[in-house]
């Protein structure tokens, strides 16, 4: 059996866990494979269900809502969404929309769902299932959304930060399938890493690593929100992007993301391939100080930056393949993942699959 091999666990142990999957209906039994030469038992192959229940997700970000179900095979349906306007001051009130559009979800499902997986754009205490500080809606500080849904619902609630959960479903779903080590990497209003390193998703002391955004770059730099000069975050993300629009006089800059930077450069609008360089040099500083420290054999890239496409990626791959220092000569992979969205989705299901599989991540 392949699960003994890998995990050095006994056939009887292996059994005993997926036993009762199979019995629940999340894992079905398919073909056997004979022994080989070597001898021993037939294996059973084993594979999701097709007919297994659905989990719910949902994306909680500053200004909106997301939820939908997922498969256990990463397919994406019975979507919602709703938006938390500005100013608002009461968690309850924004519960009750999170609420209604998981209520609705689940109403699609006419099934129970196996769970409910929520990525927080937020700090968050996994252990409590609470949202420790969301500083864009800082209303949520605090508010133990995890056992709220689960009093709610009747069902495990599986919480923890959007950017790692981008991570959990590039690895169950994305282009981290297969990976010992690899990061994730998001880019927009703000910057944030997820680390899988040695095969597992690195959380850190209270759940406080991936906060990459706020490494210094540029000493005496422009200030950041977080009080500090210099923080990459100051010349990476999307206020600096349209700041900077602005200063050099390119259309309609406070919309301006990288789908229509990359855009105005290809028609020659004036300024605007000169700021797509200067844009992609400073996502690939970063980068490369992330290579240079822990070294992933692949970064994803997911947020607003996805939205360029090729022609932002490749400027961001050529400035970082200067910066680094590659002395094992490993080949080191820049991807764009998935759109933030379904990434993220999927992964806030994958909290649960895990936690129904008794996966460490």
């Known amino acids: 059996m392949d699960l003994a091999r890998v995990t050095g666990a006994s056939r009887a142990t292996i059994g005993g866990i997926v036993q009762p999957l199979i019995d629940q209906g999340i894992l079905v039994e398919g073909e056997v494979v004979p022994a080989d030469r070597a001898g021993g038992k037939p294996a059973t192959k084993l594979w999701f269900s097709k007919e297994a229940k659905p989990i719910c997700a949902v994306l909680l970000m500053h200004d909106r809502v997301r ?3 997922v498969s256990l095979e990463g397919e994406i349906y019975a979507q919602h969404h709703a938006g938390l306007a500005k100013g608002r001051t009461d968690a309850s009130d924004a519960f009750r929309i999170v609420s209604a559009c998981v209520e609705e979800t689940i109403a699609s499902a006419h099934v129970p769902v196996l769970g409910i997986g929520v990525a927080v754009a937020g700090t968050i205490n996994t252990e409590t299932g609470s949202i420790v500080a969301m500083s864009l809606a800082p209303y949520l500080d605090g508010f133990p959304i995890g056992a709220e849904l689960t009093k709610r619902f009747g069902v495990p609630a599986c919480i923890d930060q959007d950017t790692r959960a981008l991570l959990v479903g590039d690895r169950w779903f994305g282009q981290g399938r297969g990976q010992r080590n690899f990061t994730v990497v998001y880019i927009g209003e703000s910057l944030d890493a997820a680390l899988y390193v040695d095969g597992h998703l690195y959380r850190g002391t209270a759940g406080e690593a991936g ?6 770059v540029q000493l005496n730099g422009q ?3 977080c009080g500090r000069r210099g923080c990459w975050e100051t010349i990476a993300t999307l206020r600096w992007l349209r700041n900077e629009a602005q200063a050099r006089g390119l259309p309609r800059p406070g919309s301006l993301n990288a789908g229509r930077l990359v855009s105005l450069a290809e028609n020659g609008i004036k300024g605007a391939k000169k700021l797509l360089q200067e844009y992609a040099f400073n996502i690939s500083v ?3 100080n992330l290579q240079q420290l822990t070294a992933p054999n692949c970064i994803i890239l997911h947020g607003d930056v996805v ?4 022609s932002m990626l490749d400027p961001i791959e050529a400035s970082f393949q200067e910066l680094t220092v590659n002395l094992a000569d490993e080949e080191i992979t820049l991807a764009l993942g998935d759109s933030e969205d379904v990434a993220g989705l999927r992964g806030a299901a994958g909290l649960v699959l895990c936690e129904l599989l008794n996966f460490i991540i």
């Open 211 to 216: 906060k990459i955004g706020h490494t210094i």
């Open 67 to 69: 939820t939908c179900l």
């Open 307 to 310: 939205r360029g496409g090729k």
């Open 286 to 288: 970063g980068l490369a």
């Open 223 to 225: 200030m950041c929100q």
